[in-house]
């Protein structure tokens, strides 16, 4: 079955970065595109952008170009995604997601900047 | 970017009763070949990812009970959940896919009366 399992709760201090993972099984990895997404509790999730397996493409949310980078490692069926500049406002349920529209997602990791 | 707009923000319904969500999207989110509306709709628990319901506007996903259904087209899309259940309390969400930044509705939550 389609799984998408992420890396474990983040605590970081304003002005690091984090780097979160999202292993993903069940179905051809090249063949997906992956998105990352965010939500504060309370709100609507955020789009921050996607990667294409295949090629390692990108295409990042122009709020969040600057200073995120979408990676992939095809051996691992792995996705990445590094926060910089990291502010409390950024305190936050991160999540990755399959496909153009989310039919599979990740259980979410929680990253506190404080 | 595309802004969803979701009525209302909270639903109060008895089980058995009819809820229905609206979202209304800034601009027209037809496909190119005007076959289907790019909108998606979420169902969240707390503690839970979203989950996919209803995409292309109205076409439910696999295991999706069939009180939940989706209209609309272009800019005014509704949920529709025909009896309520227990256990459809939740939060909906709406999503444009359209387009990136893909965007979202703020939700509208789901409660029995």
């Known amino acids: 079955q389609v799984q998408l399992v992420q890396s474990g709760a983040e605590l970081k201090t304003p002005g690091a970065s984090v780097k979160l993972s999202c292993k993903t099984s069940?179905?051809?990895?090249?063949?997906?595109?992956i998105s990352w997404l965010r939500q504060v509790p309370g709100q609507g999730p955020e789009w921050m952008g996607r990667?294409?397996?295949?090629?390692?493409?990108?295409y990042y949310s122009p709020r969040f170009q600057h200073r995120v980078t979408m990676t992939r490692d095809t051996s691992v069926s792995t996705v990445y995604m590094e926060l910089s500049s990291l502010r409390s406002d950024d305190t936050a349920v991160y999540y990755c997601?399959?496909?153009?529209?989310?039919?599979?997602w990740g259980q979410g990791t929680l990253v506190t900047v404080s | 970017d595309i802004v969803m707009i979701q009525s209302p923000d909270s639903l109060t319904v008895s089980l058995g009763e009819r809820a229905t969500i609206n979202c209304k999207s800034s601009?027209?989110?037809?496909?190119?070949?005007?076959?289907?509306?790019?909108v998606g709709w979420y169902q969240q628990k707390p503690g839970q990812p979203p989950k996919l319901i209803i995409s292309?506007?109205?076409a439910r996903e696999s295991g999706v009970p069939d009180r939940f259904s989706g209209s609309g087209s272009g800019t005014d899309f509704t949920l529709t959940i025909s009896s309520l259940q227990a256990e459809d309390v939740a939060v909906y969400y709406c999503?444009?896919?359209?387009?990136?930044?893909?965007?979202f509705g703020q939700g509208t939550k789901v409660e029995i009366k």
């Open positions: 999503h444009q896919y359209y387009n990136s930044p893909q965007t």
């Open positions: 292309g506007a109205s």
């Open positions: 990667v294409f397996p295949s090629s390692g493409g990108t």
């Open positions: 601009q027209s989110v037809l496909n190119s070949a005007r076959t289907k509306s790019l």
């Open positions: 069940g179905y051809s990895f090249s063949n997906n595109v």
């Open positions: 997601a399959r496909g153009d529209v989310f039919d599979f």
